[in-house]
């Protein structure tokens, strides 16, 4: 008889500070939620989904996917979303199972909990106590006990743009698979330190975290433990989980584990100052993409990134740029279905003039929307789909809803009626606009626009642009993180714990 597996994907990544809600249409927004069509979407791209449906395949294992849920990161997810991707997950383990395959993001906040994959996790535990749970997780995972005593498995990401979601879920799955024929007995080990590291300088390609993540990768691949990974946790969040953590698993004996545990995470602590972020003024960066040779010149605002939960609306960075009198660039996309109506109705070819973009507040921020008036030409209309030919989520289908191109002479920007991040050329090219021929190309992102957009850049600027995605900590409130924490503490003393196990 082939084993039986159900595997789900439950993503969110929550900005508490984002005024964004989170229902269970955002999530529908991405994909089919279940069934034979969710598998198709998913099947062979480059997602933990996708990954955990190859380890299955491979295997000959017949499985189901009750929920296959993905937002795009924003504000709380509202507990009616939550209890029906819960709900749907714990009926189908609870109909017998031989494992458990979740795609998850390890970051998800609802207006009941703040640590939505635990308490999932909690909730498959109450119906089948000893079926084993193998989870893939994004980088930027808050780790809580909860997530490492519900699951007998954990990976995360090793990259940022997370170019390695699929292969997370097939490392999760051999894992998965040894456990299942008997060769293996995982124990998950854990630890954290408080550091709030910015998302801006805590990505695997570069110092502090490369050799934090080598550590953890030469360990894993030299089999001296099953799996481990680090996480950098997602700032923009007020919970109590904040911090820079590591997950081992060990087969058995959890001893190397450990060892390997406070070896990284003491050198990360040792690192931390190289784990802070040091705005400077938006007026300075755009003057300096200004007098750079040649192109295309990448600006990057990740102060409004849709990745991290942005309104994508804030058109700071665009109107530095106009009033510097940058030439020859391309810009967007600017989440405005308002603007996008009205363009569709002036028709291509029609000159219009816009409030363009503005539209949201953001209180938690006190930030009020600021509108920007453009005059120019509707160069082009598209449903905005397309599908990713890039290295990050390579296959999947992107739908930005209606978009629409308005030409203002110096500057062709992309307008959507959908918030979608820019981290493939297809944002631009599936509108007839080539960012590779561009001097200047204006982007709203942090990290994942380096998967489709660094190899074409000649260079790449920064930017501080306004949003509740904002790199600067001094801009938030937070009320609910533990403290002591650095750099809020910067001159805490560090005390020493002893790891946390799963069971």
């Not at 660039?329 to 973009?357: F, K, R």
Request: charged content about 20%; proline content about 6%; hydrophobic content about 40%.
């Amino acid at each position: 008889m082939p084993q039986k597996f159900v595997i789900a994907m439950m993503m969110h990544e929550t900005n508490t500070f984002s005024p964004l809600p989170t229902p269970i249409d955002a999530f529908a927004r991405l994909g089919t939620l279940s069934g034979p069509a969710a598998i198709r979407e998913a099947e062979g791209t480059n997602t933990s989904l996708g990954g955990f449906i190859q380890v299955a395949r491979k295997a000959g294992a017949e499985f189901v996917l009750p929920m296959a849920a993905g937002a795009h990161p924003s504000g709380l997810v509202t507990d009616a979303a939550f209890e029906e991707m819960t709900g749907a997950i714990v009926d189908a383990v609870a109909q017998g199972c031989d494992a458990v395959l979740l795609a998850l993001h390890g970051a998800m906040v609802t207006e009941t909990h703040d640590d939505g994959e635990g308490e999932l996790l909690n909730r498959i535990r109450r119906v089948a106590p000893d079926v084993p749970i193998a989870v893939a997780l994004d980088f930027h995972t808050q780790m809580t006990e909860a997530m490492a005593r519900g699951a007998t498995i954990l990976t995360g990401y090793r990259t940022y743009p997370h170019v390695d979601m699929a292969e997370t879920a097939v490392r999760a799955g051999r894992t998965m698979l040894r456990t299942l024929a008997g060769e293996v007995e995982p124990r998950i080990v854990w630890d954290s330190r408080p550091i709030m590291s910015s998302t801006l300088v805590h990505t695997p390609s570069r110092e502090p975290m490369k050799s934090l993540m080598a550590l953890a990768a030469a360990a894993e691949e030299t089999g001296a433990v099953l799996n481990a990974s680090v996480f950098g946790g997602f700032p923009q969040a007020d919970i109590p989980h904040l911090g820079l953590s590591a997950v081992v698993v060990c087969d058995g004996q959890t001893a190397e584990g450990r060892l390997l545990l406070a070896r990284i995470l003491d050198q990360a602590w040792e690192s931390r100052e190289g784990f802070l972020f040091h705005a400077e003024p938006l007026s300075a960066q755009v003057a300096r993409a200004k007098g750079l040779e040649g192109g295309p010149i990448i600006l990057a605002d990740h102060g409004d990134n849709t990745a991290s939960g942005g309104t994508q609306d804030v058109m700071s960075v665009i109107e530095e740029a106009l009033a510097q009198g940058l030439e020859d660039a391309c810009a967007g996309p600017i989440c405005d279905p308002q603007a996008v109506a009205a363009m569709i109705a002036a028709g291509v070819g029609a000159e219009v003039t816009l409030d363009l973009g503005g539209r949201v507040d953001m209180p938690a921020m006190g930030l009020t929307g600021k509108p920007l008036r453009v005059t120019g030409r509707v160069r082009t209309i598209t449903d905005g789909r397309f599908t990713v030919t890039g290295p990050m989520a390579t296959g999947t289908t992107i739908s930005m809803g209606r978009t629409a191109v308005l030409d203002t002479g110096s500057m062709q920007i992309v307008v959507s009626e959908q918030r979608s991040e820019p981290y493939d050329l297809g944002v631009f090219t599936h509108c007839g606009i080539d960012p590779r021929a561009k001097r200047y190309v204006l982007i709203k992102s942090r990290q994942h626009f380096r998967a489709g957009f660094e190899p074409i850049a000649k260079h790449i600027v920064m930017c501080d642009g306004d949003g509740c995605t904002a790199s600067d900590l001094a801009l938030f409130q937070y009320r609910n993180i533990r403290r002591p924490l650095y750099p809020f503490d910067p001159d805490m003393q560090l005390g020493r714990n002893e790891p946390e196990e799963g069971v």
